[in-house]
């Protein structure tokens, strides 16, 4: 087979690729429009009846509109009936005459069932009107907080008040909602705010149109076809739609392609931030009086031996800087020849771990942080029903909880069981507020477990140990806060996974600089049993962490080769070059990461038939006496 002809079958390939992805996309639409509920202003109302003057329509509720945006009253009427009857804390109201591409984009994001009853999944909304609640409204602080200024204000509220109601947050079509054409130059700042990056959509977004240009050429049959789905997408999803009626429905099909593309170079073009990070005097000169003296003084001198058999001369694993977040510094991992114990060497000092974790989990990586965290539901649920076979938990510690996503999620699965939450961050107090935990413990759990001993029937480190500086006590620990016969549930990352060796330095779970020790299944059962407890589960392809290899391979590559020049640790000046720089890499990288998606999803698959995932779960039970 000549070039041309594999280059030929190649995009023909691309091409069907093309055609089944818009055909189940625009499926998928229709299915989650087809889900969103219509208020009928005219139909039953709550029970202070239509005509009861004597009462204001929002007694127990707070509207929060984008400006211009206005409901008349038997809207909100409607609204607060469809919350009292279903239950809802929180409700976006979506206006009937929204546009095609805002509708359509929040329909990719936006699974109003799913979402319904999926405590951890994001607030997505159109961002022009909120129906919320006087107790959310109080919790969330909001009562201080000045009205919402933009549609991204509105889209950032929501995601917020989802936290303060993960099972009580809906959305409706408010047929009176009137609202103002939206304002083509706030994209980016829209995107910004629905925690998608918007070079990287917008790259993403010429990519597919130049595709569909080049399977129209090169192989009319199936490219013509792709086009076409593309081009007739709006009308074919939204015309006719029950309650929607957006404006200029005609007019956006026929100009798509035209509009698309003037969208994505407007978006482009649009600056990084309006307040870009590294403009923050404050930040940038806290960072800058940290690296005066240089990295050495973060680390502790390099051990000859294994810290956990203690067998001299191990081995070097991988060595990398910290592709992360792009703060400065080189990270070795080193493996003992006796045990397999893998651990940093030399290992951060306190400050280091201070100066490393600092602005990850809080600050200014919290919403990223969050972000990922909010995408583990399954692998939350999976976690809480191991238990099932085994006890029903009544009082759970869940130690390293973060921002008690984990909690959130297994209150569904143990409806009965109080929920606590141990982290050294401020999250934990968060979590604490949005209800997701039940009590909050800030601190280091071995200098807490006096204070708790004895409290818990179990206990959870998920993806906690390896981050710690000395697992051997932290068990100790869960020892003397497990009663007799608690039990104590642990993930980890799998140091002898293949897959990382085959992909060095770039396995995302290797974490530097924030990992300090990677267990095998093997030592991590043997110090368990040593500390009385009988090991009851071990799982290894249920608790592998899908897009954790070839995705996060893609993602730390990326990131490597051009940081992020508005860091406020970054060590260069934020040039226009550089911006431009790590753009360009981001949007190279798109098929890389579509590539990287499917190969990651073939992965997942095999390895819960085989056993063999990228992580390990323990479950094992403190005996009597």
Known sequence: MTRA?????????????????LGAG?????????ALPVLDPAGPHDPAGPHDTARPPLTGWQLITAPGVVADEATLRAAVAHATREDLRVVDLIPPHLDAESVLGLLRLLDPAAHRTDRCAPGHGAGHALLVADDIHRRAGLDSEPPPQSVADLIRLLRTLKEYAPDATGWAIAPGLRSPHPDP????????????????????????????????????RWGVAAAALYWLQPAAVLSPARGLRPAGLARATASRPLRSLSAA??????PPAEQPRSAAPAHHAAYTADLAAGTDRFFEPRRTDCPWCSAPDPVVRVRMPDLLQGKPGRFTLEECRHCGHVFQNPRLTPDGLDFYYRDFYEGLGGEGASLVLGRMTATYRDRAELLRPFTTPRAWLDVGTAGGHFC??????????????????????????????????????????????GRYDTVSMHHYLEHTRDPRAELDAAVKVLAPGGHLLIELPDPESRIARLLGRYWLPWFQPQHQHLMPAGNLKQALEARGFTVLAEQHGPAHQNNADFLGAVALAANGIVPDPLAPWATARPTRTRRAARSAVQAMAVPCYAAALAADNLRTAIARVTDGGNAYRLLARKELG
Not at 26 to 34: G, I, K, W
Not at 190 to 218: D, F, H, I, T
Not at 265 to 270: G, P
């Open 185 to 220: 130059a706030r994209r980016a700042e829209e995107l910004r705010a629905r925690g998608l990056p918007p070079a990287l959509m917008s790259a993403a977004q010429l990519a597919g149109l130049a595709l569909l240009v080049k399977c129209a050429l090169s192989a009319p």
């Open 26 to 34: 625009t499926v998928r639409a229709r299915r989650r429009l087809a």
């Open 408 to 453: 959130n999620v297994a209150r569904g699965v143990w409806p009965g069981t109080r929920f606590d939450g141990l982290d050294m961050g401020e999250g934990v107090h968060e979590a604490e507020r949005r209800g997701w935990i039940d009590t909050g413990y800030q601190g280091q759990f071995p200098e807490l477990a006096d204070r708790l001993a």
């Open 5 to 21: 002809h594999r280059s030929g079958h190649r995009t023909r390939w691309a091409a069907a690729v093309a055609v089944t992805a």
């Open 265 to 270: 170079l407007r978006t482009l073009a649009t």
